[in-house]
T-cell receptor, first 110, second 110 residues
Framework: TQLLEQSPQFLSIQEGENLTVYCNSS?????LQWYRQEPGEGPVLLVT?????EVKKLKRLTFQFGDARKDSSLHITAAQPGDTGLYLC??????????FGTGTRLQVFP | NAGVTQTPKFQVLKTGQSMTLQCAQD?????MSWYRQDPGMGLRLIHY???????DQGEVPNGYNVSRSTTEDFPLRLLSAAPSQTSVYFC?????????FGQGTRLTVV
């Protein structure tokens, strides 16, 4: 059983469209992170959200941490082909394990 | 500053063979971990270490051993490879909640 479930699993869209990726858990996290992974590479950290209700923006990417700190979302405005990749949420569970979500594979077509 | 270095990048093993995947980091991070990534999936934690001499099991530890004799190195050993261990393996070191990944080792067991 995955502690962090992401949806959708796959997303294929046209350039210019908006999209939202969700990361859900039944557990409370002190913080959640979002990573992006490109083919043949390891994941790279995009953002860490710490406070319930927090919203962080990174250019066209908006990240939100749920009020109860059990879920998070990633919204991309006007997606571009360069946004293509695997998006992973992650969080630390006791004792000090960093675990990852199931992943959302995004393909943006020109 | 090399970050996290994994070797080899590719490896083919026969069932029953043993091998060690190497991982080294030069960032003086106490926390290191090993993940496996199967097609279309996120990362699953195999083993992790919170410092030299300390290791613990992750989500999928069976068939793998680790040791941590120095802060810099965290090798992963497969004692008797099985086809189910065909995967891409990532090593990561962590500062606070941010993980830094190597480029991965693509392992095929035939």
């Amino acid at each position: 059983t995955q502690l962090l479930e992401q949806s959708p699993q796959f997303l294929s869209i046209q350039e210019g469209e908006n999209l939202t990726v969700y990361c859900n858990s039944s557990s409370v996290f002190s913080s959640l992170q979002w990573y992006r992974q490109e083919p043949g590479e390891g994941p790279v950290l995009l953002v860490t959200v710490v406070t319930g209700g927090e919203v962080k923006k990174l250019k066209r990417l908006t990240f939100q941490f749920g009020d109860a700190r059990k879920d998070s979302s990633l919204h991309i405005t006007a997606a571009q082909p360069g946004d293509t990749g695997l998006y992973l949420c992650a969080g630390v569970v006791a004792p000090r394990k960093l675990i990852f979500g199931t992943g959302t594979r995004l393909q943006v077509f020109p | 500053n090399a970050g996290v270095t994994q070797t080899p990048k590719f490896q083919v093993l026969k069932t029953g063979q043993s091998m060690t995947l190497q991982c080294a980091q030069d960032m003086n991070h106490e926390y290191m971990s090993w993940y496996r990534q199967d097609p279309g999936m996120g990362l699953r934690l195999i083993h992790y270490s919170v410092g030299a001499g300390i290791t613990d099991q992750g989500e999928v530890p069976n068939g793998y051993n680790v040791s941590r004799s120095t802060t810099e190195d965290f090798p992963l050993r497969l004692l008797s490879a099985a086809p189910s261990q065909t995967s891409v393996y990532f090593c990561a070191s962590r500062r606070a909640t941010e993980a830094f990944f190597g480029q991965g080792t693509r392992l095929t067991v035939v």
